[in-house]
């Protein structure tokens, strides 16, 4: 057999060479050739294959995991910011809440973010509970894989200021990722060490010693609350108008109690039952006359605020916080005035947090006088930041209006009447058709079951009651078939029922299946909703097992610890279930957001 020999300034191989590939080819027969082919057919792919090993690859950068965990919106905001930074820079990220965090997959992240606030007694956002509990179990897995930073949102005024923050940074260090930014634990007024904290985040992920690939970052946001682009915000609220401010407490209650309606009309503000309502506010003119004479200011003094000069009166008025005191405050106003007395007796942390606790700014610059001058006056307070209230209407009922329920904060030291910035600007600094700044903060984390053939129990004592006054509204106007029940309670029956014409309505027509009372100063031995909860026991066990959501709102550091203790006794018992199991089985109904939470 005989082969043409190619042209000469194309051979590869020289004529020696080529000269014994003939003799081999001219002595084999056509499956030997055949054989030979594929032969040298492996060696060729065989080659490239090593070949391909050889040459360095670009590998993608790992996708960054943006977690947000909120609870008054400040944390959400901030992750959007930092999704926003990413994604101009082309870094490919995923922003995601919390709740909707699949945390069992853990370990498979590469470059993890969380942004967290703090709440109640230095506990995590109820978005991140089931996350935190987690991560704080033996079930949490080996991420050492894993580079991580942590951004937390708190108070100072608070003596577990930023735990949340703290123990995620803890613990994610101790299942062995690793650190790529130290933790910020910022304060109320933290836009400043937020915009250099995401600026030094995103100079150092630009600057990460992986291979990086060109490609189009798409959004890729995960059920993050809607807040894109709102038309009006924390920073642009609406200028709405007041049309309703009823007392709902009767004349010997001990709290006063203002159902609050305002109008919309006109704005295309959208709402849905549990987001709260954002109320900007301004402090009582009589408080701002007596912290000027106190420190023996002028009505003509003047200070530097946001970079424009204004007045001290305008300043404290509408710019600063002026019924909240903390530790921070009286550290710096001790110094600044060099009172030996303040310094001395506030010598431990514990004591300087009770003083902050049971103290108000202005009882502080009265026990403990010095003359300052405008500016160090203002630099010493925190800015004014705006209430949130939980809405208490349904907009299919209500279309151009919205509901909140207000208690009002008053109390007396030494004869004299102190009460809460926000709370008594609506109730008795407001009146009707004035103007009042509103935004919304949504909640996806307390609604109402896709399914409305899906029963509910909601527990609400106190003002703890207004988003399921939201509730019931939007299932009357749907006509949704499933369940309600409520557990409600307050001190006295014939002075603290709020909307109690109502709830006897809904309970005649049959939508409130069930309605549960809890007075507790009505007779000797104090009955809380808790109580309640625990003697419907069977029934509750049975609702659950039929499908339903629990809903509680109201005071996180004692009412919603004392009702999720209830609840797990009723799963132990019912269930027929150890604590642990228990324990377990309440956090699966977090997971599938059938226990929501809205505590404060």
């Given at each position: 057999?005989?082969?043409?020999?190619?042209?000469?300034?194309?051979?590869?191989?020289?004529?020696?060479?080529?000269?014994?590939?003939?003799?081999?080819?001219?002595?084999?027969?056509?499956?030997?050739l055949t054989w030979i082919t594929g032969y040298i057919s492996g060696i060729i792919y065989q080659a490239?294959?090593?070949?391909?090993?050889?040459?360095?690859?670009?590998?993608?950068?790992?996708?960054?995991?943006?977690?947000?965990?909120?609870?008054?919106?400040?944390?959400?905001?901030?992750?959007?910011?930092?999704?926003?930074?990413?994604?101009?820079?082309?870094?490919?990220?995923?922003?995601?809440?919390?709740?909707?965090?699949?945390?069992?997959?853990?370990?498979?992240?590469?470059?993890?973010?969380?942004?967290?606030?703090?709440?109640?007694?230095?506990?995590?956002?109820?978005?991140?509970?089931?996350?935190?509990?987690?991560?704080?179990?033996?079930?949490?897995?080996?991420?050492?894989?894993?580079?991580?930073?942590?951004?937390?949102?708190?108070?100072?005024?608070?003596?577990?200021?930023?735990?949340?923050?703290?123990?995620?940074?803890?613990?994610?260090?101790?299942?062995?990722?690793?650190?790529?930014?130290?933790?910020?634990?910022?304060?109320?007024?933290?836009?400043?060490?937020?915009?250099?904290?995401?600026?030094?985040?995103?100079?150092?992920?630009?600057?990460?010693?992986?291979?990086?690939?060109?490609?189009?970052?798409?959004?890729?946001?995960?059920?993050?609350?809607?807040?894109?682009?709102?038309?009006?915000?924390?920073?642009?609220?609406?200028?709405?108008?007041?049309?309703?401010?009823?007392?709902?407490?009767?004349?010997?209650?001990?709290?006063?109690?203002?159902?609050?309606?305002?109008?919309?009309?006109?704005?295309?503000?959208?709402?849905?039952?549990?987001?709260?309502?954002?109320?900007?506010?301004?402090?009582?003119?009589?408080?701002?006359?007596?912290?000027?004479?106190?420190?023996?200011?002028?009505?003509?003094?003047?200070?530097?605020?946001?970079?424009?000069?204004?007045?001290?009166?305008?300043?404290?008025?509408?710019?600063?916080?002026?019924?909240?005191?903390?530790?921070?405050?009286?550290?710096?106003?001790?110094?600044?005035?060099?009172?030996?007395?303040?310094?001395?007796?506030?010598?431990?942390?514990?004591?300087?947090?009770?003083?902050?606790?049971?103290?108000?700014?202005?009882?502080?610059?009265?026990?403990?006088?010095?003359?300052?001058?405008?500016?160090?006056?203002?630099?010493?307070?925190?800015?004014?930041?705006?209430?949130?209230?939980?809405?208490?209407?349904?907009?299919?009922?209500?279309?151009?209006?919205?509901?909140?329920?207000?208690?009002?904060?008053?109390?007396?030291?030494?004869?004299?009447?102190?009460?809460?910035?926000?709370?008594?600007?609506?109730?008795?600094?407001?009146?009707?058709?004035?103007?009042?700044?509103?935004?919304?903060?949504?909640?996806?984390?307390?609604?109402?079951?896709?399914?409305?053939?899906?029963?509910?129990?909601?527990?609400?004592?106190?003002?703890?009651?207004?988003?399921?006054?939201?509730?019931?509204?939007?299932?009357?106007?749907?006509?949704?078939?499933?369940?309600?029940?409520?557990?409600?309670?307050?001190?006295?029956?014939?002075?603290?029922?709020?909307?109690?014409?109502?709830?006897?309505?809904?309970?005649?027509?049959?939508?409130?299946?069930?309605?549960?009372?809890?007075?507790?100063?009505?007779?000797?031995?104090?009955?809380?909703?808790?109580?309640?909860?625990?003697?419907?026991?069977?029934?509750?066990?049975?609702?659950?097992?039929?499908?339903?959501?629990?809903?509680?709102?109201?005071?996180?550091?004692?009412?919603?610890?004392?009702?999720?203790?209830?609840l797990l006794k009723i799963i132990e018992k019912f269930g027929k279930m150890d604590i642990k199991t228990?324990?377990?089985?309440?956090?699966?109904?977090?997971?599938?957001?059938?226990?929501?939470?809205?505590?404060?």
């Amino acid at each position: 057999m005989t082969t043409q020999a190619p042209a000469k300034n194309m051979l590869p191989l020289n004529p020696e060479k080529l000269d014994l590939l003939h003799s081999i080819i001219d002595d084999c027969s056509s499956p030997q050739l055949t054989w030979i082919t594929g032969y040298i057919s492996g060696i060729i792919y065989q080659a490239e294959k090593n070949t391909s090993y050889s040459v360095k690859k670009e590998t993608p950068r790992p996708t960054i995991t943006i977690i947000s965990a909120s609870q008054t919106g400040n944390a959400r905001r901030l992750a959007k910011q930092l999704y926003d930074k990413l994604n101009l820079e082309k870094l490919k990220s995923n922003l995601i809440n919390a709740s909707d965090y699949q945390f069992k997959k853990i370990n498979q992240e590469k470059i993890l973010v969380l942004i967290t606030s703090t709440q109640g007694n230095g506990e995590p956002p109820e978005e991140a509970l089931a996350l935190y509990k987690f991560l704080m179990s033996k079930k949490a897995p080996n991420i050492n894989s894993c580079i991580f930073a942590v951004f937390g949102l708190g108070d100072s005024s608070y003596e577990l200021f930023n735990q949340a923050g703290k123990d995620f940074d803890r613990r994610l260090e101790e299942l062995g990722a690793a650190r790529l930014l130290n933790r910020v634990d910022a304060d109320v007024e933290f836009s400043d060490q937020a915009s250099s904290w995401c600026a030094e985040l995103v100079n150092i992920l630009q600057n990460q010693s992986l291979d990086t690939i060109n490609q189009v970052i798409t959004p890729n946001i995960k059920n993050i609350n809607s807040i894109n682009n709102p038309l009006y915000t924390k920073d642009t609220p609406l200028k709405a108008r007041l049309l309703v401010n009823q007392k709902i407490t009767g004349r010997n209650s001990d709290q006063d109690v203002r159902h609050i309606e305002i109008d919309i009309s006109h704005s295309n503000l959208i709402y849905q039952p549990g987001d709260s309502l954002g109320v900007w506010f301004e402090n009582d003119p009589k408080l701002v006359e007596e912290l000027m004479h106190l420190t023996c200011l002028s009505s003509d003094d003047t200070v530097i605020v946001n970079g424009n000069i204004i007045s001290i009166q305008e300043a404290l008025k509408t710019h600063y916080e002026l019924t909240i005191n903390t530790t921070q405050i009286i550290k710096k106003y001790a110094s600044l005035s060099s009172n030996n007395q303040l310094i001395t007796q506030l010598d431990t942390q514990d004591k300087l947090q009770k003083y902050a606790n049971n103290t108000p700014i202005v009882e502080m610059l009265r026990s403990s006088p010095a003359k300052l001058n405008a500016q160090d006056l203002i630099n010493i307070l925190r800015p004014i930041s705006p209430r949130l209230y939980s809405i208490s209407s349904a907009q299919e009922e209500n279309e151009n209006e919205i509901h909140i329920t207000v208690s009002v904060v008053r109390f007396n030291i030494d004869g004299r009447t102190r009460s809460g910035g926000a709370s008594s600007y609506l109730a008795d600094r407001l009146n009707e058709n004035d103007e009042i700044r509103i935004f919304i903060e949504k909640n996806n984390h307390f609604r109402l079951p896709k399914d409305p053939k899906k029963p509910i129990i909601m527990i609400g004592p106190g003002t703890g009651i207004a988003p399921f006054r939201a509730f019931m509204q939007k299932r009357n106007s749907e006509k949704a078939c499933g369940k309600n029940w409520l557990f409600f309670g307050n001190p006295h029956f014939t002075e603290d029922f709020l909307y109690q014409v109502e709830w006897q309505r809904y309970v005649k027509n049959g939508l409130l299946t069930h309605i549960d009372l809890a007075w507790s100063r009505d007779q000797e031995h104090k009955i809380y909703v808790q109580d309640r909860i625990y003697t419907r026991g069977e029934e509750i066990w049975n609702w659950i097992q039929d499908g339903a959501h629990l809903y509680i709102c109201g005071n996180a550091s004692h009412m919603a610890k004392d009702v999720e203790k209830a609840l797990l006794k009723i799963i132990e018992k019912f269930g027929k279930m150890d604590i642990k199991t228990a324990d377990d089985f309440l956090n699966d109904l977090r997971i599938e957001h059938r226990y929501q939470r809205d505590v404060y």
